[in-house]
């Protein structure tokens, strides 16, 4: 179960960019099968995939909403 979020996963990560948490968000390798030139990963800072479908990036994202870093991005009911 994820926090749901009113931002992208793209602008989430920048903005933790920002924030100088880069240690909270370790790259993991991207997958080395079926990489498509035509798609970047801010992430991993490579091609292969968009940003916004890289499924281990929401755990991320979750990891750094539970320690308090980009709360103002959690959705408002």
Known sequence: H???M?????TILEE???LEV?????PTKPPMSGLDATKYCRYH?????N?????ALKDKI?????AGYVAQFVKKS
Not at 6 to 10: D, E, P, Y
Not at 22 to 26: E, G
Not at 62 to 66: D, I, K, S, V
């Open 45 to 49: 800072r490579g091609i292969g995939h």
């Open 16 to 18: 933790a960019f920002n």
């Open 62 to 66: 979750e990891e750094l909403l539970q």
């Open 51 to 55: 940003t916004e479908y890289y499924w």
């Open 6 to 10: 009113m931002a992208s996963r793209t």
């Open 22 to 26: 880069p240690n909270r968000l370790p």
């Open 2 to 4: 994820y926090t749901p």
